[in-house]
């Protein structure tokens, strides 16, 4: 499996010629078992990150973040597959929490930058869903080996 990404890996990196301007035919860039990474998510990956740490969407910054755009990626849905092994729900309330805690409070506001700039918010929003159940699953397995002297 890792040299199947790697090769992606590889194979996009050498081929990708990213700009924001031009229509794109979305492609798939790594396939793990039955979860798909494509060039689209890697550049909705690229323009959230801009613009939830307030940089410029400029060329330079989307090159300085593409590597760490697909690790991310790479991650988030290794994650995913381990997390359907076991039975978590969707905790709407912590997801919220999470989005005011980035957005000062004004989630409309980070749904229409998303949405002035093409990134999908409900990808954006499942992928903090991921994110909580892995912190969960985390804590559940090692919670109990966890012994605290004062």
Sequence with gaps: MKV????????????FNFTLNAKEITKIVVKIENE???????????????ILTKKEINQKNIDDLKQNALENLIQNRLK???LKKY??????????????SISSNNIQNIK?????????????VDNIDIEIKWKNLIFNNFSKKIEINL
Aim: aromatic content about 22%; cysteine-free.
């Design 4 to 15: 199947k990404i790697f090769f992606f890996f590889i194979i996009y990196f050498t081929n």
């Design 36 to 50: 798909i990474i494509t060039n689209y998510d890697i550049k909705s990956e690229i323009l959230a990150t801009l």
């Design 80 to 82: 995913k597959i381990e």
């Design 87 to 100: 039975n978590f729900t969707r905790n709407e309330s912590k997801i919220n929490q999470y989005l005011n």
């Design 112 to 124: 229409s930058l998303f949405q002035e700039n093409g990134i999908d918010y409900k990808s954006f």
